[in-house]
Structures are given as C-alpha cells and as structure tokens.
C-alpha cells in the first residue's frame, strides 16, 4: 500500500487496518516456523505495511500537536541555547581517549596477573605437563 493510499484513509480506517495486518504477521510467524511458506516475503511488505501507517498516524498527531503546540515551542527555543551534540571540544576528546586507554591498560594487566598466578601454580605442581 502507498503512502498516497493511506492518507486518504482516516485515523480509524488506518488503526484497523494496522491491527488488521498485524494479526496477519503474527499468525505467518507461527506457520514460517513450523512450514515453509508459499510467498516469504509477504511477511516484509507486511512489517514495511504497518511502518508507513503509523508513520502516517504519527504525522497526523504531530500535525495536530504542532498547531497548538507551535508557540510554546517557538517561546522554549527563544528561551534557552541550542545544544549541539555533535560539536566536542577537543579536551573532551583527549578524556574520552585517556579513559579508553586506562580501560585497556587496567584489563591488560589484570590478565597479566592472572597468566603469572597460572605459570605459578603449575610450576608448583610439577611442570607444564602436570595440572
């Protein structure tokens, strides 16, 4: 089904239709599991199905919540920074790769440790060859 298609539906239409088609996945889980299926793809036009309809009911509230909700977040924006993300200062970065490098250090020498108390315990007991 389209997206055309579905916009054209009503929320009601499109809710049913999504339960509808979910039912349909289910039950061609359980037969994909126990048989092989006549046509398997069904099940990825089924999963792709249902991801365009509530793609487009998720349009819909959010046009619904934007038309009302415009102002307020025009007012939150104008009130407070932009954060960006993606943006890290350099001494962020040097932290981030020194604690990486403590984390490889430290579990570098904890196997270390544990490899020495091997060798140890097997010199004790006689040799390589006896455990």
Same mark, same amino acid.
């Given at each position: 089904?389209? /997206?055309?298609?579905?916009?054209?539906?009503?929320?009601? %239409?499109?809710? +049913?239709?999504?339960?509808?088609?979910?039912?349909?996945?289910?039950?061609?889980?359980?037969? &994909?599991?126990? %048989?092989?299926?006549?046509?398997?793809?069904?099940?990825?036009?089924?999963?792709?199905?249902?991801?365009?309809?509530?793609?487009?009911?998720?349009?819909?509230?959010?046009?619904? /919540?934007? /038309?009302?909700?415009?102002?307020? /977040?025009?007012?939150?924006?104008? +009130?407070?920074?932009?954060?960006?993300?993606?943006?890290?200062?350099?001494?962020?970065?040097? &932290?981030?790769?020194?604690?990486?490098?403590?984390?490889?250090?430290?579990?570098?020498?904890? +196997?270390?440790?544990?490899?020495?108390?091997?060798?140890?315990?097997? +010199?004790?007991?006689?040799?390589?060859?006896?455990?």
């Amino acid at each position: 089904m389209r /997206a055309e298609e579905i916009r054209e539906l009503t929320d009601d %239409e499109v809710r +049913s239709r999504v339960a509808e088609l979910e039912e349909e996945r289910f039950r061609l889980r359980f037969r &994909a599991a126990t %048989e092989t299926l006549e046509d398997p793809l069904r099940l990825r036009v089924i999963r792709k199905d249902v991801a365009r309809m509530k793609t487009v009911l998720r349009e819909r509230e959010r046009e619904a /919540a934007g /038309a009302e909700g415009a102002t307020a /977040a025009a007012k939150s924006r104008a +009130s407070s920074p932009r954060k960006n993300r993606t943006t890290r200062t350099a001494a962020t970065k040097t &932290a981030t790769r020194r604690a990486a490098s403590a984390r490889k250090t430290s579990a570098g020498k904890t +196997s270390a440790r544990k490899t020495s108390a091997r060798k140890t315990k097997r +010199s004790r007991a006689g040799g390589a060859g006896e455990r």
